[in-house]
Structure formats: structure tokens, C-alpha cells
């Protein structure tokens, strides 16, 4: 089975600091994806990237930023974390390359790391 | 664009009561829909699928049939368990871009 590993499983930050979220998969998978999980919202697409030092924006990137210099690891960073990032992250994986989680290839997430900001 | 809209919960039930949980969406051409699952403490993963229109999709007792003519994709069970209990997303992935989420149903069976 696929395994998707988040560094953490809570966290509690400051205002202003700078924040990173580690994510590692064991099946070469060549897609990974940063989501945010919020009530009422579903899952948004925070980044994502189809390649090792590939990277392209979702549908929310402002405030984050992200880092893939191996296959396996896809690391989110917040530059200073706010109170408004305060949310649950999800880190997902898909094999089919350029493929991004389509009907061929389905995402496999990690457990979550709830982050909260104060 | 594409968006996924499904109905707000909780829905709550009582054991092998019936179970229907709305999706619609709106999509451009022919999408790939999905239901994903969330278990308490978990991250997401896969429950059933359909790539065109009138497939159904089934897994674990759930089915969900591709409508195109309502832009519709329900999921159902016949009959619910206590470890069904769980929040359930349904997606769409339009050509090759990315899963859209809709915000999710949480689903409370009680014994």
C-alpha cells in the first residue's frame, strides 16, 4: 500500500513565524499536492508539483510557499504565519505522471497536521 | 469552472437505515467523478469512482451512478453500519486538471 507520511500530526505556531509542513511518500509517485481542509470549504488546492523541483500554484498559494528537491518529500512552508492559516493540511500523492489525480490514478492523502496559529 | 456541490450535515442514522448523500456539479465536458472517504483521524482515500456517463461506481456496499443529463452523482447505501461513520467528499476531474472538492458530508450511524 501506498504511504503518505506528514511530519506531524498537530502544531501550534506564533503569529509571524515561519512554518514547515513535511510530507514523504514510498511509491515514487511522481504528482504531490499541498490541500487545506476547512469546515464547510472541502479541500483547496494550496500547490502542487508533477516533478522534483517542478512546482505550480492551486487555487490558494498566497501566503505559502513549497519545496520538492527530491521525489519522495514535498515540504509547504508558510513565510509568517498568520492567524487566518489556522487550518487542517493535507498532503497527497498520485503515480500518473502529468496526470493530476484523474480517474487513472487516484490521490493518496496522508493522516493531516492540524495547524494553529495564534 | 468546475465546482462540486453537495449537501450540508450532519446526516445522522440510525443503523441499516438507508443512506443518500447529494452531489451535483458543474463541469465543462466529461468529467471523472469520485467519492472520497474520511475516517476519524484519517486523511482521505478513494471509495468509488465513474469516468463516463451512466457508469456506476461501487465499493464497500456504496454506488453512485454518473447522471449527466442532472449533473448528478448521489451516493448511496442500502443499508449503514456504525464504522461508516466518517465525512465523505465528492470530486470531479475535468480533462486532466485538477480534483475539484465539494465541502464534504459528515455522516453520524448510530447503533
Known amino acids: 500500500d501506498v504511504k503518505v507520511t506528514q511530519s506531524s500530526r498537530y502544531l501550534v505556531k506564533r503569529t509571524g513565524e515561519k512554518v514547515f509542513l513535511e510530507c514523504v511518500q514510498d511509491?515514487?509517485?511522481?504528482?504531490m499536492f499541498w490541500y487545506r481542509q476547512d469546515p464547510g470549504l472541502g479541500l483547496r488546492l494550496i500547490y502542487f508539483?508533477?516533478?522534483?523541483?517542478?512546482?505550480e500554484k492551486g487555487d490558494i498559494p498566497e501566503g505559502y510557499s513549497v519545496s520538492r528537491e527530491k521525489k519522495e518529500r514535498f515540504s509547504l512552508i508558510l513565510e509568517s504565519a498568520s492567524t487566518n492559516q489556522t487550518s487542517m493540511y493535507l498532503c497527497?500523492?498520485?503515480?500518473?505522471?502529468?496526470?493530476?489525480?484523474?480517474?487513472?490514478?487516484?490521490?493518496?492523502f496522508g493522516n493531516g497536521t492540524r495547524l494553529t496559529v495564534t | 469552472g468546475n465546482s462540486v456541490t453537495q449537501m450540508e450535515g450532519p446526516v445522522t442514522l440510525s443503523e441499516e437505515a438507508f443512506l443518500t448523500i447529494n452531489c451535483t456539479y458543474t463541469?465543462?465536458?466529461?468529467?471523472?467523478l469520485f467519492w472520497y472517504v474520511q475516517y476519524p483521524g484519517e486523511g482521505l482515500q478513494l471509495l468509488l469512482k465513474a469516468t463516463k456517463a451512466d457508469d456506476k461506481g461501487s465499493n464497500k456496499g456504496f454506488e453512485a451512478t454518473y447522471r449527466k443529463e442532472t449533473t448528478s452523482f448521489h451516493l448511496e447505501k442500502g443499508s449503514v453500519q456504525v464504522s461508516d461513520s466518517a465525512v465523505y467528499f465528492c470530486a470531479l476531474d475535468n480533462a486532466g486538471n485538477m480534483l475539484t472538492f465539494g465541502g464534504g458530508t459528515r455522516l453520524m450511524v448510530k447503533p
Open positions: 463541469a465543462t465536458g466529461y468529467p471523472s
Open positions: 497527497a500523492s498520485s503515480s500518473e505522471g502529468g496526470g493530476r489525480g484523474n480517474g487513472n490514478s487516484p490521490l493518496h
Open positions: 511509491m515514487d509517485h511522481e504528482n
Open positions: 508539483s508533477y516533478d522534483v523541483k517542478m512546482k
